[in-house]
């Protein structure tokens, strides 16, 4: 299922808990903040991650007081707030901010943790010519099982170079999983597969992946950056699990490029 919204200023929910959820058992949302606004979360039940897209802002929480910043998207890494249930959060722009929302059900209970961009866990996928570089992308992650047991969810962000492809070769993983998508240009656009279709994607689209085989393209010319969120199942938590399309799974080979074919000179 993909959903795509004309955001408004404050919280723009796109899937809730016990709602419409789409079989995911997140939260998701995106908090847009004009200078000054203050926005305050208190969950009950849930634990809840704040991912800074753009804009600055002070997070204020258990008694003491942090500010993020991040210019550009895409040429500046990310601040996240992780922090678990029952914990009062004070967000107040300090300019023009949008921030992505994540929440779960968890009751277990975590120190709070801000996560600066020297925390983030950063993977250069892609990167060594493989297919030609059609799936380069740099992957970004918040935290996930092996960094935070404690936590039901998974939180990170890729960044797609205009015109490659990325979540490829096509794979799956039982997890249910979320992609919420940003353009350099608020006219960019890709493409998502997922549980058997395929979606055009766009700025402030939100695609939700239940079990199936999966993959993304950006449109040539609009960097494009998502991020991903996995809800760990009972029992059967996400380690990085990723099981590909055995159809696909040539491309792996390191001769997969061999049968290219080899431009003529033109005439």
Known sequence: MYMQKEVTRGYNAYLTMGENDCATNMD??????????????????????????????????????????RENTFRNAAYCLHVCKGTHVTVKALEHAEIYVQKTDNEREFAAKLYAPSDIMVQHAGANGELLGCMQREIQTFFDYESAPYSNMVLGEVLSYPGKWSSYPPHHHPQPEVYF??????????????????????????????????????????AMCYMWGIRHLPGNPWRKTRIDDPEH???????????????????
């Not at 799974?249 to 005439?267: G, M, R, V």
């Open 28 to 69: 998701i949302g995106l908090l847009v903040m004009f200078p000054g606004d203050e926005y305050t979360f208190k969950e009950a039940e849930k634990e809840l991650a704040l991912d800074l897209l753009i804009g600055k802002v002070s997070f204020t929480y258990n008694g003491e007081s942090h500010e993020a910043v």
């Open 181 to 222: 998508y940003r353009f350099d240009y608020p006219q960019g656009f890709g493409a998502g597969f997922a549980d058997g279709e395929v979606y055009q994607t766009g700025h402030n689209g939100c695609l939700v992946i239940n079990h199936s085989f999966h993959s993304q393209a950006a449109a040539p010319g609009y």
């Open 249 to 267: 799974s040539w491309l792996w080979k390191s001769d997969a490029n061999e049968h290219i074919f080899k431009p003529q000179e033109a005439k």
